[in-house]
């Protein structure tokens, strides 16, 4: 799989030490499992195997429940996102306007599935439920960028304003 | 505290506060149907079939979860209640695969039960499946999530009694499946493969590896010489599977059961047993007299040992090093018996019958070839003989008794003590005493290792040197127990049995397996213990000649060769 080498080349010496930094305050505290998930994601972007397997010694939980809530909660990922977070709304609204026919096409060109990086890192793609923008439908954000009324055809020229870096 | 009074079904019921109304009803003689419930151990109300109606609730209450209260008036047979229970299960079997004429459950499964007791006469809906296949990875256990009902009660026994967690709820809604992290291969975890997950399985999500065409294969091998071991535990539960009470002695129907079969020489783990007794008596009174490391932990029970392995490592050097009594024999099988017998070891199968699922891992080490080979070639379940013995159509309870082969079918009634928890400890403490003493013990029953109780100490006088003792069963209770010994508190001896009750609580007996079962069970092994002529182990004749034509003594050079081993530290992830 593409994911194997891109999150080992994301997961720096530094980021590691900085989870033993945030569970050092959370050790034997199992009922902190949840806010102890939130900031290592924010630490890394994504929970690796090895920093659930820290978070689960140091709360003193079962593995088998630290998995159990980040494969429960959306809001977790265990998978590298890349450098720029393309989200797709499929609310009810973007949905009948066409949001499959994006997801379709961020596929075909990016080669990539939703909830999935591509394989150079730059782009991740995953699915939202409304975003309170119904009347600009079908919407896709990049990062903090909002684009409405989005079809197929703008998809090139919206993803090329990401090619500098 | 003051008791509640509440009116179930009409009839006026006294509860202790904090109960369920499931619990209060069934003392009132009420049945109220179950199937996520496991006593004491899983009340979630997840699957929604115990509903009752509480007067002036809003809608129906699972009765698992719902506190008794005073002057409470429940009714659990009126035609919401009946529709609801319905139409759960109903929904409940919308994506269970109904594959019940090759179900390994077929005839034990609670789900076809309760569509027959509830009347489930259509099942309208179809329900998203799974999207998980069968996982075979593991030595002892095949998970099949595709018939799991996510009642979570392995989960509970996992983490609770056992404290294991291999497994727990993965993903969400229709993805949902009960698993380890990260949907490892089960085979590849921390799982002591004790298959207390697969006793309590109300459906076939999770079951013992089954062997029998193994077996069957050899049988009818003509070049093989087939001989088998039956654990202790084995004789006090087999019954169950032909209808017999739990608890009912069958050790001689199961000897002639299993000539029946064909193998060749029927043999009794009871015999190492014994054996294990002298070994493990020697190195306990070797250590004590050398300074060696104490406690002296025992090792009969295959999860235990990798229970220890997996999360006290450290803890490792305590453990005695004799190999179990299954080990023990299949080693001896294919050296003594061989030599013995004159048939080549290459050419002898042995079969063990055992209440335990961890023993096919324990088979499976690769320690575990003293002869130079495979020491044990199969590891079946009593639940898997049973199996076996049905489809050999033998009419099990018709069988006349009949004995053991020599010589490894000859036994003390110490040996048969293994079967139940604090068995060891009893066993060993008959023998240490007399050869510690020089007199014999001023009684044989040890009562301070016997019954349920998850952790039992005593403090043993063998004139004067003073023997600190403790046993525990039930995975949460050894950790309790190393707890302590890490703490320094000063045992000589322990004896830990993986399962609840003992191996008569193995994850390989028949189920159903409760706590009223395993005390019939256990009563089963004392009066197995009683029945016997000799009780204590170093009076075993055969035990005796052993030693003089082969062994030489307890712990010599050939002793820790074939009858010791080793152990692995491994990690927890």
Redesign the interface.
Known sequence: MSNSCSCHAQLTPDHLAEVDRILESYRGQPGSLIQVLHKAQNVIGYLPREVQVKVAEKLDVPLTRVYGVVSFYSLFTTKPKGRHKIHVCAGTACYVRGANQLLNKLEEDLQVKPGDTTEDGKFSVDVVRCLGACGLGPVVTVDDDVYGRVHTGKLADILSKYDKE | MSQVMLTIDGIQVAAEPGTSVLEAAKKAGIKIPTLCYLEEINAIGACRICLVEVQGARTLQTSCVTPVADGMVVRTNTPAVRRARKLNLELIMSNHPRECLTCPRNTNCELQRLASELGLDEIRFAGDTPPYEPDRSSPSLVRDPRKCILCRRCVSVC?KVQQV????????GFKTIVA???LEPLGDVACVNCGQCALVCPTAAIHEKDQTAEVWAALADPGKHVVVQTAPAVRVSIGEMFGLAPGSVVTGQLVAALRRLGFAKIFDTDFTADLTIMEEGSELIKRLREGGKLPLITSCSPGWIKFIEHFYPELLPHLSTCKSPQQMFGALAKTYYAEKAGISPDDIFVVSIMPCTAKKFEAGREEMNGSGRRDVDVVLTTRELGKMLKEAGIDFSALPEEAYDDPLGISTGAGVLFGSTGGVMEAALRTAYELVTGDTPPSLDFNEARGLEGIKEASVDLKGTTLNVAVAHGLANAREILERVKNGHPYHFIEVMCCPGGCIGGGGQPIPTNNEIRAKRTAGIYSADRAMQLRKSHENPAVQALYQEFLGEPLSHKSHELLHTRYVPRS??
Not at chain 2, 165 to 172: D, G, H, L, Y
């Open positions: 983490e967690s291999a497994i727990a709820p993965q993903e969400r380890p992290a990260f927890r992830y």
